[in-house]
């Protein structure tokens, strides 16, 4: 018969070596297991890499929209794509991924929390070119998302800005 059968793939999660870029749009994850949420083709995918950057928003000049390097969306905690104010002169990423951008004026502005998922089964990442990740119908799979990968609490994230992780292949 016909029916879905999962592939001898694997994904090596250990953590790169981390390089100083002295970029504060730049996130190395500093947990294995850990990725950020971006929007990809309208999916939800998963990216290690953590090479932002903030284009002006077409729809609002008063906005930019936090993207990876090959132009997705980096999805907060609320799943929505993050924007930051622009014109801000200092922007301050926590460890556990909370965005607050200053204002010219001195006003700190939360621009959000960054979506950061633990993968605790590797195996069903399917690779999409650009360090970027997805999922195959899990449904089809007999496979809730619960088991495969879990957002993480507020706090939970660990991540060391103006840096980027290298790739560990």
């Keep these: ?33 850990q990725f950020f949420t971006v929007s990809h083709g309208g999916a939800t995918a998963y990216t290690r890499s953590g090479a932002f950057n903030a284009q002006p928003d077409p729809n609002d000049p008063n906005t930019l929209r936090l ?54 089964r590797p195996q069903l990442l399917e690779n999409q070119g650009n360090s970027l990740y997805t999922l195959p119908n899990l449904a089809q799979l007999g496979v809730g998302m619960n088991e495969v990968a879990q957002p993480l609490a507020a706090d939970a994230g660990s991540g060391a800005q103006g840096t980027l992780e290298t790739s560990n292949a």
């Excluded at 993207?67 to 460890?95: M, W």
Aim: avoid cysteine.
């Design 67 to 120: 993207l990876t390097k090959s132009g997705d969306s980096v999805l907060g905690t609320n799943g929505q794509p993050i924007t930051l104010p622009a014109n801000y002169p200092n922007l301050q990423i926590s460890s556990p991924g909370t965005i607050t951008a200053e204002m010219p004026n001195g006003t700190p502005v939360n621009a959000g929390q960054l979506g950061l998922v633990t993968v605790s």
């Design 1 to 33: 018969g016909s029916g879905a059968r999962i592939g001898d793939t694997s994904v090596d999660l250990s953590m790169g070596a981390i390089n100083e870029t002295d970029n504060p749009l730049d996130l190395a994850l500093t947990n294995d297991h």
